[in-house]
Structure formats: C-alpha cells, structure tokens
C-alpha cells in the first residue's frame, strides 16, 4: 500500500536519532553520523515530494493522503489514532520543513565539526525531525499534541546542548517552562473542542471507522459567535480559539510568552535556524491555520490574534534594532516575523500566513545559517561590535546573507517581498469581520508598514556591523565596557568549508525566487493576465474562509450591524476553484488591484527607506549607541522575575517549604514518630528485666481475668 | 450444671460443707491446693534468690496436680490424671533447663540475686 510511504516521512528521522544514538555513539565517526543523519531527512524529503506531486498527490487533489497506522485512543467517544494525514496545508508544510531541515542538516555535519557531542547532536536533530513531521502530519489534535510536545522536548535537548554551560542550561528551562504555559491552553483548548465536536479528527478517515463529522467539520455548519468579549468565556468556538492561540503563542514566542526564544539562542545555531527560526516556532501559526474552521467562527478569537501579532511584530523589531549579538538581533527578528503571521491569520488571510511562514524559513534559516558561518569563521565570536569588514574574508557567506537582508527587508523579487506585502495588502483590506470597524485594518496596516520599516532598519544595522566597516575583530579594545577576553583576541577570520556554504547558496536561491510561489494577482497581471499564485490556489481548499455575511453577531462596540457585511468582497472570499479561474478574476475588481499595487509601491518604499536610513545612521558609526530601554529589552526578563519569579520563589521558599513542608508536612510526621517514642519511653518501664517484676505483672493480669470472670458470672 | 458451679473453688467448698462426715471432701484438696498455689506465687514474688524462686514454680506446678487428681477422682474420669503426668514430664524437663541456666548465671556472676541478673550484658 503506496499510503504507507506517509509514515516513511515521520519515521525516517527518528529512524535516523536511533542509528545516531545507539551506534553513532560508539562509532563517533563524524562522516558515518553526518550521512545517516542527512540521509534519513533526505528520505523524508524525497518521499514528502513524492506524495505531494505524484498525480493525485496531496497537493493535486481534493482529498488528503491518509495513513492510518493503529489506533492509539479508544475511550468511549474519544477515538484518537495514530494516523497521519497529507492534505494540502500539510503537504504544502512538510516540503519546505524536510527541505530546509535536510539543508539545515547538512550544514550542521560542517559547522559542528569536532565537537564531542556530535552523535547526540544529531541524534536531537533528527529527533526534532521526526517530532515536527508528526505535528504537521498527525491526523488529530492529541497526536498533534504529540508532535507538539515533541519539539518542545528536542528544543530543550538542542538549546541545553552545552549543558556545561550555565546560561545554555537556564535558556533551555526557561524555553521548556514558558512553552508548558502555552501548552496548558492548548491542552485545554482540545478538551473543550472534545467536549463540542466529541471528535478529535480533522480527517473523516474512512479506513479507521470514523465518525462522520471531526472536530473541525463540527463548526461547518455553526452559527458564527458574537463578536463580544463575553464569548471568550462562553465556552465555545471563541473559547476553543482563545484556548488554542494561547499554545500557540507560547510555542511561537508572542506577547507575552516570547521571552524564551531570545535566549533559545544559547543553542548551536543549527539549532537557532532550524527551530527557532524555520520550523518548530512556526508550529503555532500552522495549528491556528489548521484549525482555521474553529477561527473564523470566532471573531473576537481573531482580533485577539491580529492584536497580539501586530504588538508582537512591532515590539520585537524596536528591541532587535539595540542588540549587540548577531543571534539576538534575528532572534527578536524572528518574533517579529512571526507576529506578522499572526496579525495575518488574525485578519483572516490564512494562506498569506503560511506563505509568510514558507518565504520566512528560507529567508530566515539563510540569515541564521549565515550568522552561523559568520560565528564559525569569527571562531565563536557571536558580539557584532567585534565583527566588521567581513565581507572580504567571507565572501559566500557575505552574498548570501546579502540576498537573504533584501528578502526580509522586502526589496522586490526577493521572497520576503511578496509574502510581507501580501499580508500588508490583506490588513489593509481586511474585512471588519474580527475587527472592531474597517479603519482599525488602517492602524494595523500602520503597525505592520513601521514594523516593516524597523526590519529593513536593523537587518541594514546587522549587516553593515557584520561585513562593513573597519575590521574591529583585531581590535580587543572595540568593547571598552568588556574584557578583552583571552580566547576571543584577535582572530583572522575565514570562509566556511563548502558543507556549510553550500546549504547558504540554495537558501539564498530559494529567499530570491521563492516568492513567485505566491505573487499576488495584482502584480502579476502587470506582465500577463494569467493568474499565477499557485500558492494561494493549492491552499484555498484547506483553509477556512471568513464569512462574508455575519450571521447573527451584534457587536458590542457600537458598530452598526450593515458594516459587517463590507462593501468591497475581502479578498480571501474570493473562492476560486482551479478550474474556474475566468470567475475568479472577475472577483479581482480593478479598484482592488489599483489599491494593491498602490500599496506594494508602497511597501517597497518603506523597505527602501529603511535599507537607506539604516546604512545613512551605522555606516559611519556602525557602534553607534542604541537607547538603552531597547538594549535592555524594555526590561521585560527583570519584569517578569520581579513580577512572577521572585514571589513564587519568595512564596516557594517561605511560605511553601518553610510553613508548609516544615510546619505542616514535617510536622505531622515529626508529631507521629515524637508520640511513638513517647510511649516506647513509658512501655519502657515495664522492660525492666526484674525476673519478679514480670512475675507481679503476670499475677496482677491473671487476677484481673479472674475478677473479670468472677464479676460477670454466668452472663459470660 | 455442677460441673461450671465447681470451677470456682470457694463455691464447691461451701456447697460440698454440708456433707459432715470426716471423709476427705472435694474442697479439702482444693483449698490445700490453693494455698500452696498462693505461696508459690508468693514465694516467686518476693524471694531473691533463683533457686528458692524455682522451687516456688515447682510448689505451684504440684498444687496444679493436686488439683487435676483431686477432679478426677472426684469426676471418675482418668484424663485429670494423664495430665498429671504430662505436667510432670515437662516440670522435669524444665527443672534440668532450669539449673543448667542457673548454674551458668552462678558462675558468670557469682550470685543467685535475681535482682542483678536484670540486664542480659555482664
């Protein structure tokens, strides 16, 4: 059975952790470990494309490929399998997660060369594989929940890799510890979807049995909740989103639980571009996408989201503008990318998010891949005020991060140029369905187009820190405030060796041409009237639609009911089947298209203008002093220990350990083994070991009986 | 009936008075066997010494046997008297355990006190 090739993807890699684990570690040859490694993740891109292209593949047809495995859960409704599912959203997700991952792979073999913990290394690596394709690929929320956990688990493992260091094993709890309070929503959120739908599904698998509706089906016919704070906690599909964005939040670094992820960087930076840039943390906008029929029966749920995404977007791009480390400044780079899927998702345009998410990990994993190489050739040297005029020494290494600068600063034809004004044009245009009115989508346009404006500004910063300028790196005296530290003195620094540079040239092909998957009608009818945004035509039959008349919701805001229904269609309505593309472009109204070309004109310029004022402020004084509120992230770690940290391990210590555990628990034990002595000392009396004193006992006892039975008598 | 009414001593004594010939009575080898239980008790109570505390044990087990034979005769039924000898098997038994034990404390100790063999350490 061809299906089966499905499970090959999932159980490739962690095919591959085992090999590396149990005899990679015996074998310690690097060559042996970076070729099974590498290899199982090239199966599962093999076979990943395979199954989605093969003509009635996953992303050829209507109906996903389906791979029952066993049934895990059967407890009387709740029936959860472990079966796996390659519909189009995930199909579309596991291409560009084994392809970015296997090059990630590959340029790890060359970047962890001669550490001792290769085996473990990537025997993690390929674990996190296996976990992250079981999350896109789990056919139901509890085997997702799996994955979900999985990658949590891997990420732990791969941040807390140099365990021997202090802030690499704190950075690791910390992740771990803030992804459990978004798990705690998500594992709520399924239970109450359990509880609605009594499915757990997102498939009808006929090959299982399966009931006739999933969990996500349940909704189709559902009358749409009002679009009022109550509903949040009125127990259903607004509960649910709710529930839901909070995991999601917490596994993909949003306000407020995105403090992990700057300091995940204390990972090798395999791991940073791997994880914590292209695959794990965007785990949380593919679950929002997934449940998308949950999402956009929940209005209040999506403003939520757009709100939290736009502040996350903006907040991260202020404080990546101050920061001095390489890792730091594209990790709050991250988090900003990342707030854009989600004020994307948030405004409806599902698909815009996954293609910001695709066009983000090639992007963003070059940008890491390349920081890496940078940090390799600088020999560990991640503080850019020691970088400078690299360009000459690392010229691949330069090129490449130069294309992948333009791509997320939004410079046209590179990838991060169509997704990002995709989701602008979508914000500007959204509909007020999960927005208060029509002109919050202007503000939201606003925080975005800033925000767009900022990355272009510090991407600039990095990179005129990075390969611009004078050669700091002789200098040990650049960081005044630092030590010259002994083994960070002056280094010449040096190209990578072409396992690592190759994996930078596809990534940075890929961050050029890999957003003609998804240009816009607007723009591409400039050249021809053919609609060319595969993207969008593959992924509409997977992703839910906003209602474009709102059935029954009476906002609380005030606003008049007939400006629910828009005058102007929203864009993701616009459903057009493949086959009936001549009905589809009828939908793309000529002031529409005018308005977005209008504004991806727009947008470049922002993009322009960031690039230059970035160059204008760091090109003379690239060590310029950034504000101190953003270099010290507006304070937000010393926020949160004295806000939340410090009482529960101030209430901890005093209060729990020392007057509960000592008082109470102690206590009680204490109090118990105090009274048994107590009467072991007095029992003790009658030890005495008077051979005559027994004998007194003995004689009084029998006394005692005989007056007992002389005194009852015959009533005995 | 007569049987429970006997199991107290006192009350066969007193029932059995009224029968005034000089016959030894029931309650005669019943109150002798008594008092020398009472003064075996007594004896191991208050004497120091091992070997007087062991003699007392013997008195007590004899005012036993006493007893048993006296209730068989009385009852005509023989299995008082197998008990006697039973008792008296194990009494002999117990008094060669018991002097080899006493003869040990003597030599370690070099006294009969009872009183300072209190503690099983020299």
């Known amino acids: 059975m061809e299906n089966n090739l499905l499970s090959l993807i999932i159980f490739a890699p962690l095919a591959g952790a085992a090999i590396n684990w149990f005899v990679g570690r015996r074998v310690r040859d690097e060559r042996f470990i970076g070729v099974v490694a590498c290899g199982s993740v090239a199966i599962s891109t093999i076979v990943a494309f395979y199954l989605a292209f093969k003509s009635g593949g996953a992303l050829r047809s209507e109906t996903p490929v389906l791979d029952y495995i066993w049934t895990w859960l059967a407890v009387g409704a709740l029936r959860a399998d472990f079966a796996l599912a390659m519909d189009r959203l995930s199909g579309t997700y596991v291409l560009f997660v084994t392809f970015v991952g296997f090059l990630i792979h590959v340029f790890a073999v060359g970047y962890m060369h001669g550490e001792a913990g290769f085996y473990r290394f990537f025997a ?135 403090v992990w992820l700057p300091d995940a960087m204390a990972g090798p930076t395999p791991v940073s571009a791997l994880i914590h840039a292209a695959t794990m943390v965007t785990a949380g906008v593919y679950m929002i996408v997934r449940c998308s029929e949950i999402f956009v029966h929940a209005p209040t749920a999506m403003f939520i989201v757009a709100i939290i995404g736009a502040a996350t977007a903006l907040f991260a791009a202020t404080i990546g503008l101050a920061q001095n480390d390489i890792k730091k400044v594209l990790a709050y780079s991250t988090i900003s990318q990342l707030g854009y899927m989600f004020l994307a998702c948030g405004v409806g345009a599902f698909v815009a998010a996954i293609f910001h998410v695709i066009t983000h990990a090639f992007f963003k994993a070059l940008l890491f891949l390349g920081s890496g190489s940078v940090i390799h050739g600088m020999h560990h040297e991640q503080d850019m005020r020691r970088m400078g005029g690299l360009k000459k020494y690392m010229p691949i290494t330069f090129a490449t991060m130069f294309t992948g600068w333009l791509a997320i600063s939004g410079v046209p034809i590179f990838a991060g140029f169509f997704s990002k004004d995709e989701i602008l044009w979508k914000t500007w ?270 004689l009084a006892g029998a006394l005692i009986l005989i007056g007992l039975f002389a005194y009852l008598g015959y009533r005995f | 009936m007569k049987q429970r009414a006997c199991s107290d001593t006192s009350a066969c004594a007193t029932s059995q008075s009224e029968n005034n010939e000089m016959e030894p009575q029931l309650s005669w080898y019943l109150a002798l066997s008594a008092v020398l239980f009472t003064i075996g008790v007594t004896g191991v109570i208050i004497k120091r010494n091992i070997i007087a505390m062991f003699m007392c044990i013997e008195l007590m087990l004899n005012s036993v046997n006493l007893t048993f034979v006296a209730f068989s005769s009385f009852f005509q039924d023989v299995t008082g008297q197998l008990f006697v000898f039973i008792v008296m098997t194990v009494a002999a038994a117990e008094a060669a355990v018991g002097l080899g034990i006493i003869i040990a404390i003597f030599r370690n100790r070099e006294s009969l006190d009872v009183d300072e063999a209190s503690i099983l350490k020299l």
């Open chain 1, 124 to 258: 993690f690596l390929n674990l996190f594989m296996f976990a992250m394709l079981t999350l896109v690929l789990a056919d139901n929320f509890v085997l997702m929940f799996v994955g979900w956990e999985g990658v949590g688990l891997c990420s732990y493992l791969l941040i807390g890799y140099y365990f021997d260091r202090d802030e690499a094993a704190s950075a690791a709890k910390k992740a771990f510890i803030t992804n459990r309070i978004g798990d705690w929503g998500f594992v709520l959120g399924i239970m109450l979807t359990f509880f609605i739908t009594g499915s757990v599904s997102f498939f009808a698998n006929p090959a299982a049995g399966e009931a006739t509706h999933t969990a996500l089906s349940f909704f189709k016919g559902y009358a749409v909740d009002p679009f009022t704070a109550g509903a949040i906690f009125a127990g259903g599909a607004t509960s649910i989103a709710v529930l839901l964005f909070i995991g999601a939040a917490g596994k993909s670094a949003q306000i407020p639980l995105y």
């Open chain 1, 429 to 698: 245009s959204a509909p007020a369905f999960s927005l208060p009115s029509t002109s919050f989508s202007k503000l939201l346009w606003f925080i975005a187009a800033i925000t767009a404006f900022l990355t272009a500004v510090y991407m600039t910063r990095m990179m005129v820190m990075t390969f611009w300028g004078k050669e700091r790196f002789r200098d040990t005296h650049a960081v005044k405030q630092q030590e010259p530290d002994p083994h960070h003195g002056p280094v010449t620094p040096h190209e990578s060796p072409w396992l690592m540079t190759l994996p930078l040239i596809v990534l940075a092909v890929l961050s050029t041409i890999g957003g003609f998957i998804g240009v816009p009608y607007a723009l591409s009818s400039i050249a021809s009237d053919k609609d060319i945004n595969v993207l969008e035509h593959t992924l509409e039959p997977a992703v839910a639609q906003i209602p474009t008349a709102v059935h029954g919701a009476t906002g609380s805001h005030g606003e008049p009911a007939p400006a629910r229904t828009e005058t102007h269609a929203p864009p993701t309505t616009q459903a057009h089947a493949p086959a009936a593309t001549e009905v589809a472009h009828a939908a793309h109204s000529p002031e529409e298209i005018r308005a977005e070309r209008i504004l991806a004109v727009v947008s470049v310029l922002i993009a322009l203008l960031g690039i230059g004022s970035g160059w204008y402020l760091f090109q003379r004084r690239p060590l310029l002093q950034m504000p101190r509120i953003l270099e010290n992230k507006y304070y937000v770690d010393e926020i949160y220990d004295a806000s939340i940290i410090r009482p529960i391990e101030v209430g901890s210590r005093e209060g729990l350990w020392k007057i509960f555990d000592v008082g109470v628990i102690d206590g009680i034990l204490h109090l118990i083994g105090e009274a048994i002595t107590e009467a072991g000392r007095l029992a003790r009396w009658l030890q005495a070991g008077f051979v005559r004193a027994y004998a007194a006992i003995i």
